[in-house]
C-alpha cells in the first residue's frame, strides 16, 4: 500500500484551506456588489427604504471578509 | 557540470519578471477585502444621501386647458423645470394622466401609443401601461414617474411628482 507523506499531506490541506478561504472571499465580495445595486436602483427611483439595510449587511459582508483574510494570515503563515 | 553562463546584466539586475509579478493568495484576498470595504463605502453614501435629501417642493403650474385634448391627444410640456420634457395624456375613458417624458432605461423620449394605451420608449421597446405609468416589457427598470394634475377652472395644473 503506497503511504502518503504526512507533511505533503498537511501541505495539500492547507492549500484547500486557503482556496476555500478565497472563495468564500469572492462570494460575498459578489453579494457585497449585489446589495450595492440595490441600493442605487432604490436612490434611482428616488427612494430610500432599503438603504440602510443594505448598508448594515454590507458591513456585515465586510466584517465577515476582514475575519476570512485574517484566518488566511494565520493559516498561510504557519509553518508545517 | 558545465556552469550556466549569466549575462551582466542579470548579475546586476537579479530580479526575475515572475517573481516581481507573483501575487501571493494574501495578497489576493487583502485586494478583495480592499473593494469590499469600498462597496461598504458605496452604500454609506446612498445612506447619507437619503438622510440629507430634502423632500423637494414642486411648483403648481398650468399646462393646459380641459378643452385643449380629445380622448386620445397628447399634449408636450415641460415640468419641474425647463430642461424636463413630460406628457399630458387624455386617455380614452377621458381620464387625464402626465408622465415624465424620459423612459427610466437610458432617458430616450417615450411616445404614446393611443391604439395600445401604452407609451412607447423606441430605443430598446420598453413599454410602459398609460394608466398606470408601470412597465409592461422591454429593459425598463422602473415605472414612469406620474406627474400630480388638480384640475380647477377648466385648467389643468401639474403640481409634483408621485411617489413610486
Known sequence: MRRIDPRLAKLGQKTQAISTLMVMAMVILLIQLWLLTIALEEFMASKGSLAIPTFGASIFCFAVNLWLLRTLSKIDKRED | ?164
Open chain 2, 1 to 164: 557540470m558545465e556552469e550556466k553562463s549569466v549575462p551582466k546584466w542579470q548579475e546586476d539586475f537579479p530580479i526575475e519578471w515572475g517573481a516581481d509579478n507573483y501575487v501571493t493568495r494574501r495578497e489576493f484576498t487583502r485586494f478583495l477585502v480592499l473593494v469590499s470595504g469600498a462597496t461598504v463605502a458605496g452604500n454609506g453614501y446612498f445612506v447619507i444621501r437619503h438622510a440629507t435629501e430634502h423632500p423637494e417642493k414642486y411648483p403648481s403650474v398650468e399646462i393646459a386647458k380641459v378643452e385643449d385634448l380629445k380622448p386620445g391627444d397628447v399634449h408636450l410640456f415641460r415640468y419641474p423645470t425647463e430642461s424636463e420634457p413630460a406628457m399630458l395624456i387624455r386617455l380614452q375613458s377621458g381620464k387625464y394622466v402626465a408622465y415624465k417624458q424620459r423612459c427610466t432605461h437610458l432617458s430616450c423620449p417615450v411616445h404614446f401609443a393611443a391604439s395600445k394605451n401604452r407609451l412607447e420608449c423606441p430605443c430598446h421597446n420598453g413599454a410602459f401601461d398609460a394608466t398606470t405609468g408601470a412597465v409592461l416589457e422591454g429593459p425598463p427598470p422602473r415605472p414612469l414617474p406620474m406627474i400630480n394634475l388638480r384640475i380647477a377652472e377648466g385648467k389643468i395644473f401639474a403640481e409634483g411628482i408621485k411617489d413610486s
